[in-house]
C-alpha cells in the first residue's frame, strides 16, 4: 500500500496536492480502486481508497482512520554541520526513527559553514528528504527540519528540552541508560552530536554549564552520523515507542 499526503479532507474525500497526483499516475500507475494510505501532514493517517482520476487530479476516499504512530518522546537531536551527504543521511533517518526535529548547528571545528540563501536551500532539500523518508515509514507527521543555527541560538533552542544529552568521546561511565533511570519521565530530549572534527572543550562546558549531561556511547569513537543515528535509537528505546 503506497502513502501520499493529501490536501484538507471535505466529507471523507481529499485530493492529491499536485505532485503527489503526478507520482500516484505517472511512476506507480495507481487507479481508482486502489488502496492506499493517506496523511494530512500534522499526524492524522487513514486507509484510503482511490475515488477517482480526473484530468491528472487523483482524489481519495478515506475509510478508516488509522492510529497515530507518533512517538511519546519529543526528539530534537542538535547537529554539528556534517558534509552535506551525511545531512541528507540524517534527514532520512532520523524521521524513520520517529524524532520530532534535527537542528543543523554551526559549531567551532565544523567544515561546512551554511548560512544565509546557502541555509535556506539547503534546509529545503532536507525537507523534501524528510517527508519522502515519512512516506515511506508512514509517519503522518514529517520531521521538522530548521534552518542552521550558530552555537549560541542552538543552546538557548534546547531550553525547550526537558532533558539535553551530550554524546562525547571523552565522557567516561553514564551511558544513556543511567541518565534514564534518573529522568524516566523525561518527555522532550535534545542529543548535541558534534561535526566530523568533534566538539571542543569549549562548546562541551557551555552545554554542560546550560544543564546538558555528557554519555559515553562505547569505546569506540563513532563518526558523526552514526552516533547521530545510536543515540537517537537509543533514546526512544528508553524514553519512547522502540
Known sequence: MHSFFIDTPVNSLAALPAEEAKHALKVLRLKAGDEVCAMDGAGARWRGEIDRVQDGG??????EALPSNESPLRLTVYQGLPKAEKLDFLAQKLTELGAAALVPVRMERCVI???????????????????EAAKQCRRGLPMAVSEPMD???????MAKCDLVLIPWE??????????FRDRPD???VGIVI????GMSPGEVEALCAAGGRTVTLGP?????ETAAVAAAALAMQLWGDL
Open 58 to 63: 487523483v482524489w481519495v476516499r478515506l475509510m
Open 113 to 131: 559553514k551554511l548560512d544565509g540563501k546557502d541555509g535556506a536551500k539547503r534546509r529545503e532539500r532536507l525537507d523534501r528528504i524528510a517527508r
Open 151 to 157: 552555537w549560541r541560538q542552538a543552546i538557548q533552542d
Open 170 to 179: 571523552d565522557a567516561r561511565g553514564t551511558r544513556l541508560q543511567d541518565v
Open 186 to 188: 523525561a518527555r522532550s
Open 194 to 197: 558534534g561535526p566530523e572534527g
Open 220 to 224: 569506540r569513537i563513532l563518526r558523526t
